[in-house]
């Protein structure tokens, strides 16, 4: 999985939204998010854009990799 796919994931579920929703509000297929959130696929900037617009997160937390983040 990438780290946007984890991140995207992460924020949905933070938000208690399904796949099915997000990929409804963001007027993409279901099976698009699904790919993103593996790592299969890797949104475009716009896409991107506009999914940390309905998640409400900054884009940079989108593709942060939290991985190498000491903590």
């Not at 796919?5 to 099976?31: D, P």
């Not at 959130?37 to 716009?46: A, L, R």
């Amino acid at each position: 999985m990438s780290a946007i796919g984890q991140n995207i994931q992460m924020c949905r579920e933070r938000v208690n939204m399904s796949q099915e929703e997000l990929a409804l509000k963001a007027r993409i297929g279901t099976g698009t998010i699904q790919r993103y959130e593996s790592g299969e696929k890797i949104p475009d900037t716009q896409t991107l854009l506009k999914l940390a617009t309905i998640l409400d997160v900054p884009a940079s937390e989108l593709t942060m990799d939290h991985s190498s983040v000491n903590t």
